[in-house]
């Protein structure tokens, strides 16, 4: 049991139940935040940020369809890629822009989601995702 629990031998299923965990956990977590920002789009927009030259209603805007609507593409897997990269861009602009890299304290949950959806990038969105019954068929 202790030998099974120190193996750094992963298979492959269990390689994409933790994806599949990863996957939905942090995009519903996001898509909680985004949807925050969407049901009260009118009170947040006079007080969110410009960023590089776009109005606050734009980068407000920007900010809920990456948070929101390519979380629901994440948390499904289907074109999981292409969902994360608004929202790693969207988290990136967070931590160092809106939290001035402050990574230890307001910046810290922007962080975390930034190395999730990084991490989830790299691998893919695993077995368990629409993405692979679509274009992982043999």
Do not use: W
């Amino acid at each position: 049991m202790i030998k099974k629990i120190l193996s750094t031998k992963i298979s492959d299923t269990r390689l994409n139940i933790a994806l599949l965990i990863l996957r939905v956990t942090a995009g519903v977590l996001l898509a909680h935040h985004g949807y925050q920002k969407l049901t009260n789009f009118s009170d947040i927009e006079p007080k969110f940020m410009e960023f590089m030259g776009l109005s606050q209603g734009i980068s407000l805007g920007l900010v809920v369809g990456a948070e929101f609507f390519c979380s629901m593409l994440v948390i499904a897997g289907l074109f999981t890629r292409f969902a994360l990269v608004p929202i790693i861009i969207t988290m990136i602009v967070a931590v160092f822009q809106a939290h001035a890299g402050d990574i230890f304290g307001k910046g810290e949950l922007p962080f975390l989601y930034l190395a999730i959806f990084f991490a989830l990038f790299l691998k893919g969105p695993g077995k368990y995702s629409v993405d692979s019954f679509l274009f992982d068929r043999k």
